[in-house]
């Protein structure tokens, strides 16, 4: 199914059989399509790339497609590749984190720091990161592989 070209967001580089790897939801899966164009809050004289994940209901491009300005993309990676090294030493606290420290690290960015945190405001958060932990866990040859490929295409652009 081709991403459509029509819309406020403008495909420049695009996959289309995303469905197809869509980890493990690959083969039944909504999002179809993922792209990296224009993104759909352009005004005139500012110009953003974005990435986009397309959603087909099957019947039709659903409005659950998500846009994200590539920024956001690449933070959401920091924190996936942080939150990961935290679980593999997690083990050694009792509850997965320290409940006197639940700032995992801060990390560096633009002047500043994102600081990666465990969500104790969470009443349940005792439960859902074991949950966290295991699906982390039962995921992991998905999201390493993810990971190597990634690892592998910085490396050979240098960083």
């Not at 999201?143 to 690892?151: D, F, K, M, N, P």
Request: charged residues 30%; contains cysteine; glycine residues 6%.
């Amino acid at each position: 199914m081709n991403i459509p070209t029509t819309l406020k967001h403008k495909p420049v580089v695009v996959s289309e059989n995303y469905e197809q790897v869509d980890g493990r939801l690959a083969g039944n899966t909504d999002a179809q399509g993922l792209s990296l164009g224009l993104a759909q809050w352009n005004d005139r004289g500012k110009v953003d790339i974005s990435a986009k994940v397309w959603r087909h209901t099957g019947e039709k491009w659903s409005r659950q497609s998500e846009e994200l300005p590539l920024h956001r993309v690449l933070d959401l990676s920091i924190l996936i590749c942080r939150t990961m090294a935290h679980f593999r030493e997690a083990y050694r606290y009792e509850h997965l984190y320290d409940p006197k420290n639940p700032v995992i690290d801060r990390i560096g960015l633009q002047g500043a720091a994102m600081t990666v945190a465990v969500c104790t405001d969470n009443e349940r958060i005792n439960e859902d990161i074991k949950l966290f932990d295991q699906t982390l866990s039962q995921d992991d040859e998905l999201i390493g592989e993810r990971l190597r490929t990634l690892s592998s295409l910085l490396k050979e652009m240098g960083y």
